[in-house]
């Protein structure tokens, strides 16, 4: 499956995934703490400057990433333009914008696998309540694996449908589609425990 | 154990999967899409502790980056955006509307839509719209007026969803953990 990281390398992938994710915390925090247009403006702009850094073509799909917000854009200007409290409204609007700026940035600069272990490493704490670390990589895996073929089936199925109906298939797939998603779980579920199972030997005694 | 996990797991798929049929829109020009359906059978079908770490390891990994909401969307950008509370809200709604299938040993089908309609909507829309309000700076009532357009939609796909759920119950009647 393709992941949102972005093929153009700029210089942030090289920078440590921790350290992008402890700085995102922080920056949201800031974005939400401030409450003067002003400072949101120059935020704005320095988030821009970042994805920027990375070349048009980053610049470009990190732009395309912000599309989701135009409704809210447009509902915001519309609000603040009949209440007239025009400086709230370019606050909300500038903070959104930069936070999401900045968010889209570090998942583009950030390979999958660095997210993963990041994760990891944060969940480590949790390992000695019972976690099965294993379990859940395991999972993390068969969603990452299924996800492609259960959209397949997914299509067949609408072709299917679309092969003996005028109309256009809609929710009708998706009973089918969970029942298939069913029997794939069952069928690995019995291959895993052919294969010794999830838990592993040390702890089945 | 390995039940548990493969269902779990593949339901965090099928959810990912049903962003990818095509929408369907409604009469008044309210897009609805399906992913929302896969949260309500998480609930219905796998119960409520299963239903909601389905959602949860969904959310994880579009956290980590995987684009798996509908319209290939993905990325930490997401929980940054208006709508962050009606992803959030996953898990809960899931976990509710398993809860109440699992309780309440009436007619499965009535059963699921009405779980899914306090799971899937009125859970839902309470993270929905907490996130709506802190995101855009409004108070909640103003934030909830917002996304009363979505409300028919979903009514929709909570009915939808109990008649699913007892057509898979028919079909697949050992996997429907809720009723195990």
Same mark, same amino acid.
């Given at each position: 499956?393709?992941?949102? =990281?972005?093929?153009?390398?700029t /210089?942030?992938?090289?920078?440590?995934?921790?350290?992008?994710?402890?700085?995102?915390?922080?920056?949201?925090?800031?974005?939400?703490?401030?409450?003067?247009?002003?400072?949101?403006?120059?935020?704005?702009?320095?988030?821009v400057?970042?994805?920027?850094?990375?070349? /048009?073509?980053?610049?470009?799909?990190?732009?395309?990433?912000?599309?989701?917000?135009?409704?809210?854009?447009?509902?915001?200007?519309?609000?603040?333009?009949?209440?007239?409290?025009?400086?709230?409204?370019?606050?909300?609007?500038?903070?959104?914008?930069?936070?999401?700026?900045?968010?889209?940035?570090?998942?583009? =600069?950030?390979?999958? =696998?660095?997210?993963?272990?990041?994760?990891s490493?944060?969940?480590?704490?949790?390992?000695?309540?019972?976690?099965? =670390?294993?379990?859940?990589?395991?999972?993390?895996?068969?969603? #990452?694996?299924?996800?492609?073929?259960?959209?397949?089936?997914?299509?067949?199925?609408?072709?299917? /449908?679309?092969?003996?109906?005028?109309?256009?298939?809609?929710?009708?797939?998706?009973?089918?589609?969970?029942?298939?998603?069913?029997?794939?779980?069952?069928? #690995?579920?019995?291959?895993?425990?052919?294969?010794?199972?999830?838990?592993?030997?040390?702890?089945?005694? | @154990?390995? $039940?548990?996990?493969?269902?779990?797991?593949?339901?965090a798929?099928?959810? !990912?999967?049903?962003?990818?049929?095509?929408?369907?829109?409604?009469?008044?020009?309210?897009?609805?899409?399906?992913?929302?359906? +896969?949260? @309500?059978l998480?609930?219905?079908?796998?119960?409520?502790?299963?239903?909601?770490?389905?959602?949860?390891?969904?959310? !994880?990994?579009?956290?980590?980056?995987?684009?798996?909401?509908?319209?290939?969307?993905?990325?930490?950008?997401?929980f940054?955006?208006?709508?962050?509370?009606?992803?959030v809200?996953?898990?809960?709604?899931?976990?509710?509307?398993?809860?109440?299938?699992? $309780?309440? $040993?009436?007619?499965?089908?009535?059963?699921?839509?009405? !779980?899914?309609?306090?799971?899937?909507?009125?859970?839902?829309?309470?993270? +929905?719209?907490?996130? @709506?309000?802190?995101?855009? +700076?409004?108070?909640?009532?103003e934030?909830?007026?917002?996304?009363?357009?979505?409300?028919? +939609?979903?009514?929709?796909?909570?009915?939808?969803?109990?008649l699913?759920?007892?057509?898979?119950?028919?079909?697949?009647?050992?996997?429907?953990?809720?009723?195990?």
């Amino acid at each position: 499956m393709i992941s949102l =990281t972005s093929p153009v390398e700029t /210089w942030a992938h090289r920078v440590p995934a921790g350290v992008k994710l402890a700085a995102l915390s922080l920056a949201t925090i800031g974005l939400f703490a401030l409450e003067d247009p002003a400072p949101l403006a120059l935020a704005f702009a320095g988030s821009v400057a970042l994805v920027l850094s990375g070349g /048009w073509r980053f610049a470009g799909a990190a732009a395309r990433s912000l599309r989701i917000l135009w409704p809210f854009l447009g509902l915001i200007a519309l609000w603040h333009g009949v209440t007239g409290q025009l400086a709230e409204g370019l606050a909300v609007a500038l903070r959104l914008l930069a936070a999401l700026t900045l968010a889209s940035f570090v998942t583009m =600069t950030t390979r999958l =696998t660095d997210m993963v272990a990041v994760a990891s490493w944060l969940l480590a704490p949790f390992r000695r309540f019972g976690l099965s =670390t294993r379990a859940l990589e395991l999972s993390v895996a068969l969603v #990452v694996r299924f996800t492609p073929s259960i959209a397949r089936k997914g299509g067949l199925l609408t072709e299917a /449908w679309r092969a003996r109906s005028a109309r256009r298939a809609g929710w009708q797939v998706v009973m089918p589609l969970a029942a298939l998603a069913i029997d794939d779980a069952e069928h #690995v579920a019995e291959a895993l425990r052919a294969r010794g199972g999830v838990v592993p030997p040390e702890h089945t005694g | @154990m390995e $039940r548990t996990l493969t269902l779990v797991a593949l339901f965090a798929a099928l959810i !990912a999967g049903l962003g990818l049929i095509p929408k369907f829109t409604l009469a008044f020009g309210v897009p609805i899409t399906a992913q929302t359906l +896969g949260v @309500m059978l998480a609930g219905t079908v796998l119960g409520a502790k299963r239903g909601a770490l389905a959602c949860l390891l969904f959310i !994880a990994l579009v956290a980590l980056g995987l684009p798996l909401l509908a319209g290939g969307r993905g990325g930490l950008g997401v929980f940054a955006s208006p709508t962050v509370g009606f992803l959030v809200g996953w898990p809960a709604a899931a976990f509710v509307t398993g809860f109440i299938v699992e $309780r309440w $040993r009436g007619n499965l089908a009535l059963v699921s839509s009405i !779980a899914s309609v306090i799971g899937g909507i009125l859970v839902l829309y309470v993270f +929905g719209v907490i996130g @709506m309000s802190v995101t855009l +700076g409004k108070t909640l009532p103003e934030a909830a007026l917002l996304v009363t357009a979505f409300i028919p +939609g979903d009514v929709i796909k909570a009915v939808l969803a109990g008649l699913i759920t007892s057509a898979l119950a028919r079909s697949r009647p050992a996997s429907v953990l809720s009723r195990g």
